[in-house]
């Protein structure tokens, strides 16, 4: 069985009730555990990496406990490796199911993409070829994390800075085809997009025109920095460490008009700013998604 | 997955062996041998998980500088990838390449500073438990107490140093201008432990750490007494215990 059959994904374009609401959300940092508390800021709900909360205890449950009290929740894995070649480590699924059933978030969302080898775990999102023989293996390992925790998953779009001879189908069709094939909703991350479109000189605009939307349930936008390659031609790096770049907004305000409005997050998880430079940008996210949800509603009155 | 394997085994191989050639298969953005790309994945790699060691080391990073730092946590990262993708476990052996690493030598008292920085880090994220009040231990006749085994709480760690290492860790990880210790001084032994919401460091009497590494494999009272007093002859039991007792390193008796 490799579909999830479960009531969320008994069709694919309704979109679960969810409780993360379409609004503005931005990445959990430590630095911000008390700000949080003491002013109860007005953002739209929280993302945090579940592998920095298996610990048995101590203050990020603490602070976890007391934020999930207040605000919708999505929990995005960094570890799963469902690109790996390797069996998935069930130990650590197991620990996920644990936070999954302690925490209830609304959302759960993995990469497109591998990190544990023989070896041990390498901490990055390493790229793998898309090919008939890595989407079918793919597509089994999201199906067993799907039973193993009982919901749907999202997958992540990754951004990357090679590509392989090995690979025959177009990214967008390979998420699409393991949407169709197992069920999970994706996640769009338009930061990825211009990262990748830059680093392998495909227009980002178009990529998106090709994305099967209908599966998208959470967008991610995030900095980059900018180096260069072995042409000396721009290398983008997916650092998460600065600003949003006015291309990538632009790329969620055109992936928006497909998807109506959805769950947007800021990601930012080095060279973190205080909570006021991390607002600003969620504020901008918000207005985008404003934008969006008042054309809408136009819309909506226009054809009453 | 035998080609997906293959391709992966290349990969890995070659993103933590930094002289070694790319491996095949790999494009760039036109015919190019694509080291510079491919370099973004190795030093993604090997700098993150730096990173991760770093956090868990924040004292022995500010004792010896951060280039210094970061130096020999490469060597230690290249050595041993983490066992799983929980990074808050990533590091436990890094005392003990301290105290053989080479260029370390000169600071004997290292891999002690490295060891309080572990158990501190170890408090932080163990699990929950209500530490036992004094009074109820107070309750208890001494010569019932004698025979008792006492229940150690989950984030209770100590270690015992021939350096004054929890001075040196103390005026390191707390002081704006760091306070030079006598390495004369003589050894300390060091109490860690998370009652509540915050990790507390104390100094235990000599033989302290002795003493609850002894409480910790189920012996009794009387019989880690003894345990202690052989090695350490000036064991003061009635210090050790109030102070254990006032840091919540116990959470129930036997």
Known sequence: ?????????????????????????????????????????????????????????????????????????SLHGVGLSIGGA???????????????????????????????????????LLPLPYNDETLAHVAGH????????????????????????????????????LATRTGCGLLLDVNNVHVSGTNHGFDPAAYLDRFPMRFVEEIHVAGHVRR??????????????????DPVWALLEQALQDTGPIPVLVEWDSSIPAWDGLMREASRAQQILHARTTQEHRHHAATA | MPRLLDTQNDFAAAVRDPESALPPGLLGRAREVPSLRFGVYRNNVGSSLVDAVAANYPTVQRLVGTQFFRAMVQVYVGNALP??????????????????????????????????????????????????????????????LAKRRMLLHPSVDALSSPWPALSIWHTNRHDETVKPIDLRS?????????????????????????????????TTLSEATRHTAERTPDFDLTRTLQALLASGAFTGIR
Request: aromatic content about 10%.
């Open chain 1, 142 to 177: 999201i199906g067993e994390v799907q039973d193993a925790l009982g919901r749907r998953m999202l997958v992540e779009n990754p951004a990357t800075y090679l590509r392989f001879e090995d690979s025959s189908i177009a990214e967008t069709r390979f998420l699409e085809e």
């Open chain 1, 1 to 73: 069985m490799l579909g999830y059959t479960g009531a969320c994904a008994a069709n694919a374009r309704t979109r679960p009730d969810s409780p993360i609401p379409a609004s503005a959300g931005v990445g959990l940092k430590p630095a911000h555990y008390q700000h949080i508390l003491e002013h109860r800021p007005a953002i739209g709900w929280f993302e945090v990496h579940p592998e920095n909360y298996m610990g048995a205890g101590g203050p990020p449950h603490r602070y976890l406990e007391a934020i999930r009290e207040r605000y919708p929740l």
């Open chain 2, 186 to 218: 003589g050894g300390e032994d060091t109490l860690v432990c998370r009652p509540a919401h915050e990790v507390g460091v104390w100094h235990l009497p000599a033989g302290g750490a002795d003493f609850l590494h002894a409480l910790a494999g189920q």
């Open chain 2, 83 to 144: 066992e799983t993708p929980v990074l808050i476990h990533y590091g436990a052996t890094f005392p003990e390449f301290v105290a053989a690493f080479e260029p370390a030598q000169r600071l004997p008292y290292l891999a002690d500073v490295a060891r309080i920085d572990w158990a501190w880090h170890q408090a932080y994220h163990a699990a929950e438990a209500q530490p036992l009040a004094p009074e109820q231990f107070a309750t208890i006749p001494a010569d019932e």
């Open chain 1, 86 to 124: 390797h069996p998935l480590d069930r130990e650590h699924l197991g620990r996920l199911a644990a936070l999954v059933r302690r925490y209830q978030p609304a959302l759960f969302s993995e990469h497109l993409a591998w990190s544990t080898h023989t070896r041990g775990f390498m901490n990055d």
């Open chain 1, 228 to 245: 260069e390659d072995d042409l000396g031609k721009p290398l983008l790096i997916d650092s998460h460490d600065a600003p949003v770049a």
